[in-house]
């Protein structure tokens, strides 16, 4: 268990439909970042939030938003699906900037 | 932006051969330097680092080298065994300045056969 939380695990819904994706840091980290894993993209940033606030966006689509809450855990909301969203969605936190991340399992997102 | 280039894409050894595999960065303000490893249905996770004010940083079967003028990095990875079998990401990122976001390296699918 690295301490990062995600949930569900796994994820099937059809097109055109929305999700949520939520993920609890570990304890005391303040930062979260969203990425996006496919076989030909690699580790795709999305975005991060620190302490409640944006920090950083990355390539993250219009139809996907984040938030983060004030106990820290953050939801990734995906809308009007695509097939080619498919994918892993990782939820990873950090302590400070020079810090290495601690990922989740991730929720593995099917489109049909 | 940063672009970070990761070789090889596929590193098949046998058991206790060597393994290294090479990454190059591109933005001279990058300053640390990560190494995850990634198993099969999981997340990846941290196995080492450097920051820019270090030349070689060793943790038992593995170590990181850092080359700041040539801008490449390389993880290596002694005495393999097969739970050594995953695929290793590299990651280049400034801990200054605006963005300190890390960029990732594509990926090497090390297989170490018994």
């Known amino acids: 268990d690295s301490g990062v939380t995600q949930t569900p695990k796994h994820l099937i819904t059809a097109t055109g439909q929305r999700v949520t994706l939520r993920c609890s840091p570990r304890s005391g980290d303040l930062s979260v970042y969203w990425y996006q894993q496919s076989l030909d993209q690699g580790l795709q940033f999305l975005i991060q939030y620190y302490n409640g606030e944006e920090r950083a966006k990355g390539n993250i689509l219009e139809r996907f938003s984040a938030q983060q809450f004030p106990d820290l855990h953050s939801e990734l909301n995906l809308s009007s699906l695509e097939l080619g969203d498919s994918a892993l969605y990782f939820c990873?936190?950090?302590?400070?900037?020079?810090?290495?991340?601690?990922f989740g399992s991730g929720t593995r997102l099917t489109v049909v | 932006g940063e672009n970070v280039e990761q070789h090889p894409s596929t590193l098949s050894v046998q058991e206790g051969d060597s393994a290294v595999i090479k990454c190059t960065y591109s933005?001279?303000?990058?300053?640390?330097f990560p190494w995850y490893k990634q198993e099969l249905g999981k997340g990846p996770q941290l196995i080492i680092d450097?920051?820019?004010?270090?030349g070689e940083k060793k943790d038992q079967r593995i170590a990181v080298t850092l080359n700041k003028t040539a801008k490449h990095f390389s993880l290596h990875i002694t005495e393999t065994q097969p739970e050594d079998s995953a695929v290793y990401f590299c990651?280049?990122?400034?801990?200054?300045?605006?963005?300190?976001?890390?960029?990732f390296g594509r990926g090497t699918s090390l297989i170490v056969h018994p």
């Open positions: 990651a280049a990122s400034p801990t200054s300045g605006g963005s300190y976001i890390p960029t």
């Open positions: 450097i920051r820019s004010n270090v």
């Open positions: 933005d001279s303000a990058s300053n640390y």
């Open positions: 990873a936190s950090s302590a400070d900037r020079d810090h290495g991340y601690t």
